[in-house]
């Protein structure tokens, strides 16, 4: 078991190492490529391509195909696209494009990986923590490749090293644990295909209220991912994308300690600071700069809040759902929250992020207080919601407090 582990925290290390290569400095990419306008829509092809991924990676795993197998033909995809990404220049819409091809291959595997591994564990709540950590590390080895070690941000050179990543992951994925076809080979519907089938019969409330602030926390959340970067870069913090890092140094700590707080706080108690970690990093990011240059340490304490902004929701949020369907299910179940989060919510906030960046944006500069206040009063809304309406009793009764 314990060499299963460390092929599936492989597994994860380069799923992970992938996207944070060339995903975090994107943005400032684009902006010293003429595309500074185009940012927030040029990031909403992340959303559309994970709405595009449950339409045939869910239901191909499910049916037809082992998991590994998929995985590893789409990460082969991906790697080539990305080498070819650069070709698209300074056209947003051949940029566009080129950045859904990419983000099409990628987007599946992150449920595919999921479920990988926890069809791979026997106690997913207490093993799958410190499997997904080596995905933070990933994360954080890319950051410093790029920031400290490249000092690329502005390159090409981030989306060829996650290109040449992305090739061999993708061979390595055909030796990973096999995770076999376990539905029937039917001819799926559209309703199977978008993973509804799954959880069409779920009636629990807290389950729909958890989906829907799930979908709203990802209007915040897509500030972050496209325009932190460009935010460092120009209130002039050194080495952008290492610093950044330390977001996922902080991811390590909170995964790790994610068994301690559901035994402590609950489920609830858990997602609830997971949607005000959202608010509170945003404002500190509202007020981390003077026109002398950065406050470093309210920047350097914003960063360090996304352990709890991205496991205490996220990741809590894939263990629920994990917990509430059988494992024939499982691939579409956890398809269908990349569709909601990733996918809907991701398309919504990344257009409403870019709109509240072009009107913040004056001259050569941009009202960064304005631009963060925005998303930290969209979360701390979102925590309300979530606070008023779910119920954790009968979430204790399917995710078992860790004892």
């Known amino acids: 078991m314990t060499a299963v582990r460390a092929r599936l925290g492989a597994m994860m290390f380069l799923q992970y190492f992938v996207w944070g290569a ?59 696209a990305l080498l ?41 709540e207490r093993q799958f923590p410190a499997i997904r950590v080596m995905g933070t590390i990933g994360w954080i080895v890319a950051g410093l490749i790029v920031g400290a070690g490249l000092h690329a941000e502005a390159t090409a050179l981030p989306i060829r090293l996650a290109g040449v990543v992305s090739l061999g992951y993708g061979l390595y994925s055909f030796t990973l644990p096999t995770l076999p076809p376990r539905a029937e080979a039917a001819r799926p519907s559209v309703a199977t295909l978008l993973g509804l089938d799954a959880i069409g019969t779920m009636r629990d409330r807290s389950f729909w209220v958890l989906i829907g602030c799930s979908l709203l926390l990802m209007l915040p959340l897509s500030f972050y991912y496209a325009y932190a970067n460009p935010y460092l870069v120009e209130i002039g913090v050194p080495a952008a994308a290492s610093v950044q890092a330390i977001g996922q140094v902080s991811e390590i700590f909170f995964l790790l300690a994610l068994p301690l707080f559901f035994r402590t706080v609950g489920i609830k108690g858990v997602l609830i600071l997971g949607m005000l970690g959202w608010a509170a990093r945003y404002l500190l990011f509202a007020h981390g700069y003077t026109a002398a240059g950065p406050t470093m340490p309210l920047v350097i304490v914003a960063l ?72 930290a ?27």
């Open 22 to 80: 060339w995903w975090v400095p994107f943005g400032t990419y684009l902006s010293h490529h003429g595309l500074d306008a185009f940012i927030g829509t040029i990031f909403s092809t992340q959303g559309w391509a994970a709405i595009a991924a449950p339409l045939f990676v869910g239901a191909i795993a499910d049916r037809h195909f082992a998991a590994e197998k998929v995985m590893g033909v789409l990460h082969v995809a991906g790697g080539v």
């Open 84 to 124: 070819l990404l650069p070709l698209a220049g300074t056209d947003p819409t051949a940029m566009f494009l080129a950045a859904l091809l990419v983000l099409g291959c990628y987007m599946p595997t992150i449920a595919l990986s999921n479920t990988i591994a926890f069809n791979a564990l026997t106690d997913s």
């Open 304 to 375: 360090a809040l996304h352990g709890v902004c991205f496991d205490f929701f996220f990741v809590a949020g894939q263990i629920y759902v994990d917990k509430r369907f059988p494992p024939e299910t499982r691939n579409r179940a956890q398809s269908f929250l990349s569709l909601v989060t990733w996918g809907v919510g991701s398309v919504i906030g990344s257009l409403i992020a870019n709109a509240v960046y072009v009107a913040g944006t004056h001259g050569t500069g941009h009202d960064w207080n304005a631009i963060w206040t925005v998303p």
């Open 377 to 403: 009063g969209l979360a701390a809304v979102v925590a309300i919601i979530f606070a008023l309406l779910f119920r954790e009793r009968r979430v204790k009764e399917q995710v078992e407090v860790m004892a």
